[in-house]
């Protein structure tokens, strides 16, 4: 599967943006979907999951109450709503595919454990 991400930009601290992740070339509806960041000099972390049906979700402590996951599987899409942006979330956003089941117990949290990435898309938030 291939994977596009779109929508970032520069954003004052305090505003929302949203960032898309469009899927080609394969069944979207069979992957479990991330979204990871990458700030200069720092390891790829993550961000949000959410599950092949989009009901169940997940986030990295610090996402939790300002972000939102959530996709479309008849456009292929999955999308990532940020809030109440701050300066330390400016980062690189990807996305990422993981062909999987959800489970609850236990949230794919590591980049190795992902096998399809998109590009990336540019988040600047200034303070």
């Known amino acids: 599967v291939q994977l596009q991400a779109s929508g970032g930009g520069l954003v004052q601290a305090g505003g929302p943006l949203r960032l898309s992740c469009a899927a080609s070339?394969?069944?979207?509806?069979?992957?479990?979907m991330a979204w990871f960041r990458q700030a200069p000099g720092n390891e790829r972390e993550f961000v949000a999951a959410v599950s092949r049906s989009g009901v169940n979700t997940a986030f990295a402590d610090s996402m939790k109450g300002r972000f939102t996951v959530s996709r479309d599987n008849a456009k292929s899409t999955v999308y990532l709503q940020m809030n109440s942006l701050k300066p330390e979330d400016t980062a690189v956003y990807y996305c990422a595919a993981k062909p999987s089941y959800w489970s609850s117990s236990y949230v794919a949290t590591a980049a190795g454990q992902y096998d399809y990435w998109g590009q990336g898309t540019l988040v600047t938030v200034s303070s």
């Open positions: 070339g394969g069944t979207f509806s069979t992957y479990v």
